[in-house]
C-alpha cells in the first residue's frame, strides 16, 4: 500500500538570484543524508498544510521568515527511505525572507552557494536531475517521479503544466 511521507525541500535564494543557502548534513553519524549538500525542509506535521509546513521548517533550520514562496515542483521518491519508505516532496524556491541566516543547525553548517556551481557539490545523485529545474526561468510548475532502489535512482521523469 502506498502511503508516502509527505515532505517539503526549500531552497533560499540570495537577493540578486546567484546564491542558494544549502546545509553541509555533517553533524549526525545517523543521518541517511550524512556528507551530502540539501535545501531546506522537512516532514508535514498533523495539523498543517504544504505551505505552513515549508515556512515552518525555513524558519527552524535556518532563523529566516519566508516572505515569497515559489512552488517549483513535487517529486514522487518511492522506495527512498533508509527502510524503502515513499516519500512525496514539494520543491520550493524561496526568493524573499527577512532575517539573517544561522551558520549551523542540528543537521549541520549552512552557508551560500553560487547556484551555477551547486551541481558540482557531494549531493544524492537524483537531485542532479531535479535541481535544474528548481532554478530555471520556466515558470511552470514540474511534477516529478524518481523511484530509488537502496540510494540510487533508478529513474526520472517529470511533466510540466
Known amino acids: 500500500m502506498y502511503k508516502p511521507i ?28 550524512l556528507g551530502k549538500y540539501n535545501g531546506l ?8 498544510d504544504i505551505l505552513s509546513c515549508i ?30 519508505e515513499d516519500w512525496f516532496g514539494f520543491i520550493f524556491r524561496i526568493d524573499r525572507f527577512t ?27 537524483g537531485d542532479r536531475y531535479f535541481l535544474p529545474l528548481v532554478f530555471d526561468d520556466d515558470p511552470r510548475v514540474f511534477h516529478g517521479y524518481m523511484p530509488y532502489a537502496g540510494d540510487k535512482p533508478i529513474s526520472w521523469h517529470f511533466t510540466r503544466l
Open 6 to 33: 509527505l515532505a517539503t525541500l526549500g531552497y533560499v535564494m540570495s537577493a540578486d538570484g546567484s546564491q542558494t543557502l544549502l546545509v553541509h548534513r555533517n553533524k549526525r553519524e545517523d543521518d541517511q543524508h
Open 41 to 48: 525542509g522537512g516532514k508535514m506535521e498533523p495539523g498543517e
Open 55 to 84: 515556512r515552518r521548517e525555513i524558519e527552524e533550520e535556518s532563523g529566516l521568515i519566508c516572505t515569497e514562496i515559489t512552488l517549483r515542483g513535487t517529486i514522487n521518491w518511492t522506495g527512498f527511505g533508509p527502510n524503502g
Open 99 to 125: 532575517g539573517t541566516p544561522q551558520s549551523v543547525n542540528h543537521e549541520g553548517e549552512l552557508a551560500w552557494h553560487p547556484v551555477k556551481d551547486i551541481l558540482k557539490l557531494p549531493m544524492w545523485e
